[in-house]
């Protein structure tokens, strides 16, 4: 960060520094010499006479003592080093002897090269295992795959927001559509195929933190910071399919991030599109920002999650509150419903996720879990028996539902991660880092592979959600973030688990 007067103290110092070298470059010679040339009787203070300096005599003689003591050590390394090196000669002209010996030499010899052999291949095995497995994770990153076996392409940017994007989601109804949340008060739905911006919902007063489409009718859920939520109908017509671009790319692609500015969009925002303006349902009960909302099972009820440390649920047909979930301390960051089972987990500020349970009617329960050391910003269902957390403490976990006492497992990133998501089919989760990076890992925690981002193509600021869409088989994994775009993906998903 610039400071006043930075430039004038930069360059002071600058100038100072030579005086500094020269002074200790001669302090350096002076104590070489006195160490081999200087007379007896004479102190090392008075070797440094004529010079200027305005140090008193017994600290100079205190530096003296120090550096002497430097070049001392300096010397022990420097003959330590050479002992070694003549050890290590030694040592490799008897292996070359001993690779040389002829037949008809001692059998006991023999028997002891032949035994120490095969125990060196033993170690070597396993050091070569070892090695491999506890490096999987680095290895994965540069491996490299071309042609037709590329893991990741960029097939689509869905541009046309104009602040950053929250959220988004992919339609579980025909026809399949794009939807996305924004900052900029708006949540619009766009073609997968073609990129176009087919509806715009601009119903709410702030901004659009998270959007979900109901299980089996066109319906849409969002979740604002004007404290509300809002259920709403749409119809859509889709435009004709086109051919997608020749973008192809690795997914191990190292190059930096884009050199655009900020805010720079290629393309043309969307065009005049329907608007919805009206919800059908208006969702008010929260006293602070609504951060996300879902769907449960059947599409009856919704839950939502608020700053106000609670999340609630409703009755879709006559927008009643149920239930009003509380425990968290802090703000929540995300709630997620289960695909077949009344089943919510809800992430918190407060480090913790909490699993609430209305499979039965009469009794409502919650398991409070505590494996992050900050911020857990999602959590989300699996199709099996898993929960998988995310945090700003860079880690992601893997929890089993019937015994969720510690994460089955662990993965280590160098960024916080953001809401994550988890492919149905394949159970590959897609992680969205603050750093502008998206990685892919399965359930074991191995490392599969890192979206591309050069300065063509990939996110230019943090990537704030993934979302999967299995069915469609050309366009199956998107992301968002704040530089106001989507981007849809093909991940070749068999050659990515053929390379892990």
Known sequence: MPVEGGSSSGSGSAARHPKQKRKAHSLSIRRTNSTED?????LRGDMLEGQDSKLPHHVRNNLLDLFGQIEREFENLYIENLDLRREIDSLNERLTGDGQTVDGGDPTKGALKA???HSTSQLSQKLKTTYKASTSKIVSSFKATTGSRALCQLLKEYVGHRDGIWDLSVTRTQPVVLGTASADHSALLWSIET???LLKYCGHAGSVNSIKFHP????????????TAHI??????????QPPPDVTALCDDDQDSS????????????????????ATATLKSHQSVVITADWLVGGRQVVTASWDRAANLYEVETSELVHTLTGHDQ????CCTHPTQRLVVTSSRDTTFRLWDFRDPSIHSVNV?????????????TTGDNVVSGSDDRTVKVWDLKNMRSPITTIRTDSAVNRISVSANQRIIALPHDNRQVRLFDMSGVRLARLPRSNRMGHRRMVCCTAWNEENQTCNLFTCGFDRQAIGWNINIPALLQEK
């Open 232 to 241: 709403w109908r749409y119809m859509v017509q889709l435009p004709a399919p």
């Open 115 to 117: 035994k120490a052999s």
């Open 259 to 278: 050199d655009r500015e900020e805010g720079e969009v290629d393309g043309e925002g969307p065009c005049e599109v329907p608007t919805v303006r009206v």
């Open 38 to 42: 200087r007379p007896p009787g004479v």
């Open 216 to 227: 089996t009718e066109q319906m849409a859920l969002t979740a604002s910071g004007d404290q």
């Open 369 to 381: 879990f505590q494996g992050h050391t900050d911020t857990v910003t999602s959590a989300v269902f």
């Open 195 to 197: 990129g176009k911006c």
């Open 331 to 334: 703000e929540l960051t995300h």
